[in-house]
């Protein structure tokens, strides 16, 4: 089975521009949830998607959007970017969505904002 | 939200030593799961725990899940070089419908 594929692995972005990150889920996954991981810190979880549809959110602003696709991949869409926005974004993919199922993380792309 | 508070947030423990770290919340959890980040990858599941009380053991990693469901625990006995890394329990939060991450436990390990 193949594991959690995020696109691009490294990208370096300017304040006020918009990206775009993608995540393919592992096979067998419907669920996929996104996380902002700063240094040094804990992810914090960002939203989940399940169905082609946003079923749960974190504190993020409305800048943060995502998408889900028929065959369960997503994309991660932040406009407007600022500095604090430098971070790991990983992907989670997972056998459903709820609390009983583990996340399996893909290797994150890593965002650095100037 | 939903917090909770691992401690201690950086362990340097002796090759050979055990060691225990702590997952603490302010309100009852229904469960929690626990995973291992090496330095430069990704977090990586390692176990969940549901009932109260519940003990549950992978080699020489022994996971426990408070009687109130508060708390957490992750005490890992010898310590290898291969323990390197940041645990993090993550409790699920039934409103938001999401797994919350606490800031992590990094360990180092002196051979």
């Known amino acids: 089975e193949t594991g959690v594929t995020q696109s691009p692995t490294h990208l370096i972005k300017t304040r006020g521009q918009q990206v775009t990150l993608r995540c393919s889920s592992q096979s067998g996954h419907n669920t996929v949830s996104w996380y902002q991981q700063a240094l040094g810190q804990g992810p914090q979880f960002i939203f989940q998607?399940?169905?082609?549809?946003?079923?749960g959110r974190g504190n993020f602003p409305p800048r943060f959007s995502g998408l889900q696709f028929p065959n369960y991949s997503s994309e991660l869409n932040v406009n407007a970017l600022e500095l604090d926005d430098s971070a790991l974004y990983l992907c989670?993919?997972?056998?459903?969505?709820?609390?009983?199922?583990?996340?399996?993380f893909g290797n994150g792309t890593r965002l650095t904002v100037t | 939200g939903q917090q909770v508070m691992q401690i201690p947030q950086y362990q340097h423990v002796q090759e050979g030593e055990d060691f225990t770290t702590y997952c603490n919340s302010s309100t009852t959890l229904s469960n929690i799961q626990w995973y291992k980040q090496r330095p430069g990858g990704h977090p990586v599941f390692l176990i969940q725990l549901v009932k109260s009380g519940e003990v549950k053991k992978q080699k020489r990693l022994t996971f426990q899940f408070g009687e109130a469901k508060k708390n957490s625990s992750l005490h890992i006995t010898a310590t290898q070089t291969t323990d390197v890394g940041t645990y993090f329990c993550?409790?699920?939060?039934?409103?938001?419908?999401?797994?919350?991450f606490g800031g992590g436990t990094r360990v180092l390990v002196k051979p």
């Open positions: 989670a993919s997972s056998y459903r969505t709820g609390g009983n199922s583990p996340l399996h």
């Open positions: 998607y399940y169905r082609e549809e946003e079923n």
């Open positions: 993550a409790p699920w939060q039934a409103a938001g419908n999401k797994l919350t």
